[in-house]
């Protein structure tokens, strides 16, 4: 299983950007993706995540509203748009999946460990 993350760059605060995760190799129909993002000397953050199954999507409270996962099934590949950015947005975004597994309060660990796959990421700076 492989999974791409690209899509990011240099952003100024306010803009947007749309995240993909191509997944390849995945043969099961139900498994979740997440993205998550990590900056230098911070932990790793859960950012949204998505069922195959039935296309749920989840997001920490904190993010709600900035951030939209979706995903083309047909494509296996999953999207990520992010508005109205801001400075502190400036991280690495990857994608993780797995097998569907409850965490909780979705198919993906807040934490940010555990999923089977991870992907190297994109890095996204958000600058002025």
């Known amino acids: 299983v492989q999974l791409q993350a690209s899509g990011g760059g240099l952003v100024q605060p306010g803009g947007s950007l749309r995240l993909s995760c191509a997944a390849s190799g995945l043969t099961s129909d139900y498994y979740a993706i997440g993205w998550f993002r990590q900056a230098p000397g911070k932990e790793r953050e859960w950012v949204a995540c998505i069922s195959s199954s039935d296309g749920a999507t989840y997001y920490p409270d904190s993010l709600k509203g900035r951030f939209t996962i979706s995903r083309d099934h047909a494509e296996n590949t999953v999207f990520l748009e992010v508005n109205s950015l801001k400075l502190e947005d400036t991280a690495r975004y990857f994608c993780?999946?797995?097998?569907?597994?409850?965490?909780?309060?979705?198919?993906?660990?807040?934490?940010?460990?555990?999923?089977?796959?991870y992907g190297k990421g994109t890095q996204v700076t958000v600058s002025s």
């Open positions: 993780a999946g797995g097998p569907l597994k409850w965490y909780g309060s979705s198919w993906c660990p807040s934490h940010g460990y555990g999923m089977d796959y």
